[in-house]
């Protein structure tokens, strides 16, 4: 009789599960006492697009005055007018490999916006009443009963701004579940700015103001800090960086003045101012997404972005007052922006 022996397919039975069991065992020594970026390794892809809103950059561009000359003593009311930066979309991109100590990337941040379309008209009521509309260095009034003043923000008033950053990353601590890199780079970026605006006594004439300041192609350097950590299985990742972008801020305004009426003018003078200044913009940036695996290669999250440009120059003759038309002025802009985001691991 011959000896009884395990089967074949017993003994392979139990290999494969010690293999298993092993494999299984380096895997989790993997994740959690291996450096972070094992992980997160080779290339990725992100993209959000993004709802934000726009704080500041928001210029007087009116000044409504209106005198009771019956009154003793004259009495007179003052009422501002601003222009209002529009929410909207906003889209984020970025292409990162990441290694054991270094992190190169791809950043591209584009917004497209208009500036809010403000429309004012006005008329004396009575003798006494006076009415006067200030746009940049120009006055028109109104001070007798059936004379209307009006002052529209035509279209194409808008803001656009762009970065593209080319970065690496070198790793400061890699612990079992996070990891902070410091990140150094190059940004290049974009800011254009336009307003259009007529103000006018209706049927007598007006005034349309052109005026832009664009910055095409600034260049600086970049510095922030990057950090990443494990939660149950998601990926919370947080950047703070600041930037300093330098280039030359293209100012234009073009005034033209007309008679008649404002759909049918006869243009009688045209002003124009021309100004390229050099300018250095710092941008401030802070960034935190959450990302949480629906497979090997894809992730899906939110993230929430705010980006402040300090300083960033307003194009000339859109605030009222003399003078305003040749008269310098800077305003900090800040971003806002809630998105979702989608990651796809290659």
């Known amino acids: ?35 972070f970026a094992h ?6 892809l992100l993209f959000e697009p993004m709802y934000m809103d726009v704080f500041g950059h928001d210029p007087h561009v009116l000044t409504v005055r209106q005198f009771d000359d019956d009154a003793i003593p004259q009495a007179q009311a003052k009422t501002p007018v601003s222009l209002d930066t529009e929410s909207g979309l906003a889209y984020r991109f970025e292409a990162r490999r990441v290694a054991d100590d270094w992190t190169l990337g791809l950043d591209f941040f584009w917004f497209n916006t208009g500036q809010g379309r403000p429309t004012r008209s006005a008329s004396a009521s009575t003798p006494f009443e006076r009415i006067e509309f200030e746009v940049s260095d120009r006055t028109f009034t109104a001070d007798a009963p059936g004379e209307t003043l009006t002052f529209s923000v035509l279209e194409d008033t808008d803001l656009i701004a762009w970065t593209v950053d080319v970065y690496a990353n070198r790793k400061l601590v890699d612990g079992e579940t996070a990891r902070l890199d410091f ?3 190059l940004r290049n970026a974009d800011f254009d700015n336009d307003f259009h605006a007529v103000a006018a006594l209706q049927g007598v004439g007006g005034t349309q103001i052109d005026a832009s300041s664009n910055y095409p192609r600034m ?10 950590a494990r939660l149950a299985g998601s990926v919370l990742r947080g950047y703070l960086g600041q930037s300093l972008i330098f280039g030359t801020a293209e100012l234009r305004r073009f005034t033209t003045d007309f008679s008649g009426a404002v759909d ?19 941008i401030t940036e802070a960034r935190l997404n959450w990302l949480y695996p629906l497979g090997e290669h894809f992730h899906l999250g939110v993230s929430a972005n705010a980006s402040l440009w300090w300083d960033v120059p307003v194009p000339p003759g859109v605030t009222p007052g003399t003078g305003a038309d040749t008269r310098f002025e800077e305003k900090t802009i800040v971003y806002f922006g809630l998105a979702a985001a989608v990651k ?3």
């Not at 009884?4 to 989790?28: E, K, M, T, W």
């Not at 992980?39 to 990725?44: F, R």
């Not at 009688?268 to 390229?276: I, K, L, M, Y």
């Open 219 to 228: 260049l600086g350097p970049l510095l922030g800090l990057s950090a990443e």
């Open 264 to 282: 049918s003018p006869t243009i009688v003078n045209v002003e124009r101012f021309a100004q390229d200044r050099d300018v250095a913009i710092p």
């Open 344 to 346: 796809f691991r290659l």
């Open 183 to 185: 990140q150094f780079g």
């Open 1 to 35: 009789m011959a000896p009884a022996f395990p089967s074949a397919s017993g003994r392979d039975r139990s290999r494969c599960n010690a293999i298993s069991l092993a494999a299984r065992g380096i895997a989790v020594l993997s994740i959690s006492c291996g450096t």
């Open 39 to 44: 992980a997160d390794s080779d290339w990725s």
